[in-house]
């Protein structure tokens, strides 16, 4: 919940500046090209190690990004001395959102979806046909692999969340039963 926050945030200033040099489409590019590139597992491990000094962490990080705007590679760098890469992607989602928000669009919300294991594609397309019809507009998924859901399915879409995973059947069912004894 925090790390949303804070992504909002870091969003909502990185927008203004965007608005500011009139750049938001290329704000919009290098976003989404940090944020892909924070997939790799190899890189991402490499810029949370400590043993790593950050003048390499920095090097590292503008040969991989190649030509991307300064700010956004500030951005980046103060991400990582901060131990808050991991946001990347969240940052970029709600940038998007504002970037369609300003455009006028009435985009598509973004749905977070969270199973224990990861979903197949043609999940991933029912699940997202699903949300769509109940939230009455397209979503964007954002799948997320938790495996202490144990089974079953999370959906976080803006402030609404659907919960029908089987950690919070159990918990229900233990405090059902923890009640029934008195």
Known sequence: MANSVYARRYAQAVFRMAQESQEQSRWQSDLRKVSSMCRDEALFALLKNREVSFEEKERVLSQRLGKIHPMALKLVSMLVAKGRLAMMEDISDEYQQLLDE?????????????????????EKLKIGERITEIVGKPVMLKPKVDPTVIGGIIIRVGDKLIDGSIRSKLAALRKELGGAGR
């Open 102 to 122: 300003y455009r006028g669009i009435e985009g598509a919300g973004v749905a977070e979806v969270i199973t224990a294991i990861p979903l197949d594609d043609e």
